[in-house]
């Protein structure tokens, strides 16, 4: 399975990549992925006017958007929208971040997992 992240280099520069999420053969439920420790659990309501300029993810975690669409940029100016239904891991804690903000003038609901350090992809 593969997620999109958002990460940072050494020059704290963010950027886009992904993570390929192995999956083995689960029975008759489908593939499964091992098991991953998780942290806390948000749920967040973002308004529609939201517009986040550059900021680092407060901690390294899955975004997972559940209504509404929300556009990143990472240091390079790249853009990529992520809407209901996407998983993105968030890694850029260093750095200059990202931007989020609304789009489509829509309320955006998702659930932030953060993730304990000791987990790796």
Known sequence: MIIPRIYHDEQGKSHFGEIDIPL????????????????????RETPADYDFKWHPAPAR???????GRAEF??????????????VLLLEDTEG??????AM?????????VTLPDHVTF
């Open 96 to 101: 200059e971040g990202h931007c989020s903000r």
């Open 73 to 86: 940029t990472v240091s390079s100016g790249e853009r990529k929208v992520f809407g209901a239904g996407d």
């Open 24 to 43: 083995s053969d689960g029975g008759p439920i489908g593939l499964l992925s091992e098991r991953f420790d998780a942290g806390t659990i948000i749920f």
């Open 61 to 67: 975690q899955l975004l997972f958007i559940l209504k």
């Open 104 to 112: 489509y003038n829509e309320v955006r609901h998702s659930i932030f």
